[in-house]
């Protein structure tokens, strides 16, 4: 019989197939799976518009059959079978699909669909097999054919027997390599787990013999190994199934099953759209922070699947940076997939699908927000800094999406507030949103600044974590209102008699403030009377966009410029410290310039910033004790 040759093009696909495209030998398993779930869908169509047939799913499976001795993996099916013609169309040139070709033709209905690309998927058998010989029979007719080949160098096509319509796919495995062991593809529990990996809710029953123990007959404690033919796959993905028949633990144990988490998840989202796109998809937050999170080494993405077969682990492209926490799978029947399947084209159905996810989800937490607060705040304890960096991301182009979803704690509730609780409860005289930041609420809380704010009535924002302060800026401004730092130069607080009676003291005492501010040169911008201390004596604040805590993150970067925020040093003019200094001026400048020195090191001190000569600062204490 003569061998016939692929196509030029064919033979070198071929070749690239093999060597290239798949990532993992496994994945062969899956192509042929769903070869045969495509074949078996087939019959259906034909029923659909075919008197004669009666479509029984029960009498339709696919069976792995092992044989060690020989080195072979036999998948049978009873789908359609192909003639000579199809099988020289559909095998002997490779990317051509009857698949596709017959989808064309053929409606779906009934939640029944081709999954396509026969004539590609099924050479990446060739990553594990030396040899394939299909013999097949189709619906209708009486002769059977089977095709051959060892790879590249072409393949046969001849007449054979078979009893029964449908398809059966030898594959003579290879034998083990020094760097290869193939012996895997021949053991039971190795396969078993690649199709409840990718395969576990094909439609149809995927059988095995199976070995099992049972007591030695006659015996107690003895026990005899036999084979039994079982289903290995679940066949109905839980997402297909109507939610009102789903509960609470039915998407826990899901949740559990697929690994998704160790934990139990805080809410889960099942999603049947029926629009543009047509999707199924579950999705669920965490309760807890993952532990490499926070790394480069954490992944995020939603497992993929085209009509229950999986493509990817982890598809990436499906949840935005900001909304990758969480986990889950989408099943789509509208995705358009190149030829190996593991690589999606990214096309229009793949970007509607995200953005219909990415508005699910952030429904989903907004309704948490408002119906269930205390496991809102559960999540946010875990997740909301990755909100934060959303919003900071990218320049800020995801600070509509993000912004009500932020909360920070407040002076006035003693908790977590949002932006919009804040903005609610307002006075009217109010023109900014006021914030503080620093490590702890127990240090903003003692910060000299936050007193004249806190005096008008106002609530204060507290900023602990080192983005948040970042993360207001993108925003800017919140339901026309502005974010004001505690230690800006004006905060707006002042009415004209008190902004008046400030610009006499600073007038007053411009010869003192110009002393002070000449010998603390390049420390701070300006030395002037305080519009915000109250019981504390020095504070300082700044101008311009830079803050001291944005300062000091941005010093902690490795390889940061050294970066400086324009500080001023502010002094309260009604505390009996700023007597002291009038009289020091008057009389004693060495003493004013150990009183400058000590006031402007308190000052670094309470904003939590390094003392550049820590010996110097020690020794003007004692001066100022003896």
Known sequence: MAKKQFQAESKRLLDMMINSIYTQREIFLRELISNSSDAIDKIYYKALT??????????????????KENRTLTLTDTGIGMSQEELENNLGVIAKSGSLAFKKENEAKDGHNIIGQFGVGFYSAFMVADKLTVTSKTLGSDEAWKWESEGADGYTISPAEKDSVGTEIVLTIKPNTEEDSYDEFLEEYRLRSIIKKYSDFIRYPIKMDVTSQRPKEGTENEFEEYKEEQTVNSMVPIWRKNKSELTEEDYNNFYMEKRYGFDKPLKHLHISADGAVVYNAILFIPENTPFDYYTKEYEKGLELYSNGVLIMDKCGDLLP??????????????????????????????????????????????????????????????????????????????????????????????????????????????????????????????????????????????????????????????????????????????????????????????????????????????????????????????????????????????????????????????????????????????????????????????????????????????????
Do not use: W
Not at 50 to 65: H, M, P, R, S
Not at 346 to 366: E, G, M, T
Not at 601 to 620: K, M, R, S
């Open 50 to 67: 075919d008197d004669t047939l009666v479509f029984n799913k029960e009498d339709y499976y696919i069976k792995l059959t092992i044989d």
């Open 321 to 626: 940076d900001y909304f990758g926490f969480v986990k889950g799978m989408v099943d789509s029947e509208d995705l358009s997939l190149n030829i190996s399947r593991e690589m999606l084209q990214h096309d229009r159905q793949l970007s509607l699908i995200a953005k219909n996810i990415k508005n699910k989800i952030k429904s989903q937490l907004q309704s948490l927000l408002k119906d269930d607060r205390e496991s809102y705040e559960k999540f946010y304890q875990a997740f909301g800094r990755q909100l934060k960096y959303g919003v900071y991301s990218d320049y800020g182009v995801n600070k509509d999406t993000l912004q009500d979803l932020l909360l920070f704690s407040s002076s006035k509730e003693k908790k977590l507030v949002s932006l919009d609780e804040y903005v609610s409860r307002m006075p009217e005289d109010q023109k900014y949103i006021y914030y503080a930041s620093g490590e702890s609420i127990e240090r903003i809380e003692k910060l000299p600044q936050i007193e004249g704010v806190l005096d008008k009535g106002y609530e204060v924002l507290y900023f602990t974590e080192d983005i948040d302060e970042f993360a207001i800026k993108m925003i800017m401004n919140y339901k026309e209102k502005e974010f004001k730092s505690i230690s800006s130069g004006d905060l707006g607080i002042e009415d004209s008699e008190d902004k008046e009676k400030n610009e006499a003291e600073d007038n007053d005492n411009k010869e003192l403030f110009e002393a002070m501010q000449a010998q603390l040169a390049g420390k701070v911008k300006a030395v002037k009377a305080s519009k915000r201390l109250r019981s504390h004596p020095v504070c300082l604040s700044t101008e311009g966009e830079l803050t001291i805590e944005m300062e000091k993150i941005l010093k902690a970067m490795p390889n940061s410029e050294n970066v400086q925020a324009d500080k001023v040093l502010e002094i309260n003019v009604n505390h009996d410290v700023f007597k002291s200094l009038k009289d020091a001026f008057a009389q004693d400048k060495e003493k004013l310039s150990l009183y400058t020195s000590l006031l402007y090191h308190q000052a670094l001190l309470i904003e939590g910033l390094p003392i550049q000569d820590p010996v110097e600062f020690t020794n003007d204490i004692c001066k100022v004790m003896v």
